[in-house]
Nanobody, 118 residues
Framework: QVQFVESGGGSVQPGGSLTLACEASGFTFEYYPMAWYRQAPGNERELVAKISYDGTDRNYAASVKGRFAISRNNDKNTVYLQMNNVKPEDTAVYYC???????????WGQGTRVTVSS
């Protein structure tokens, strides 16, 4: 059974930092690109960052480029999102998944909530 378990969310002040983690199971993690998405209240879910199966290629949404960093540890079946210099507009529920598994089978985690406010 494919599972994604996100953790690390919470409340943080503007300009602060937070690290999200997502442990995956039920598939061969090292073969699949992974991604972080987010959904703010009233908005559609959007792609935040994506990483290739071996971690050599990374892509970011324009809104987070230069502030967020995606990484992965294939030995631990885990993908991370380091969030620096966060802004109130980063407030959302953050989800991780494999884009292929999400598109073909609609597999998503339960998400972890990030709130940025002073």
């Amino acid at each position: 059974q494919v599972q994604f378990v996100e953790s690390g969310g919470g409340s943080v002040q503007p300009g602060g930092s937070l690290t999200l983690a997502c442990e995956a199971s039920g598939f061969t993690f090292e073969y699949y690109p992974m991604a972080w998405y987010r959904q703010a209240p009233g908005n559609e879910r959007e792609l935040v960052a994506k990483i290739s199966y071996d971690g050599t290629d990374r892509n970011y949404a324009a809104s987070v480029k230069g502030r967020f960093a995606i990484s992965r540890n294939n030995d631990k079946n885990t993908v991370y999102l380091q969030m620096n210099n966060v802004k109130p507009e980063d407030t959302a529920v953050y989800y991780c998944t494999s884009p292929q598994l999400a598109a073909n089978y609609n597999y998503w985690g339960q998400g972890t909530r990030v709130t940025v406010s002073s």
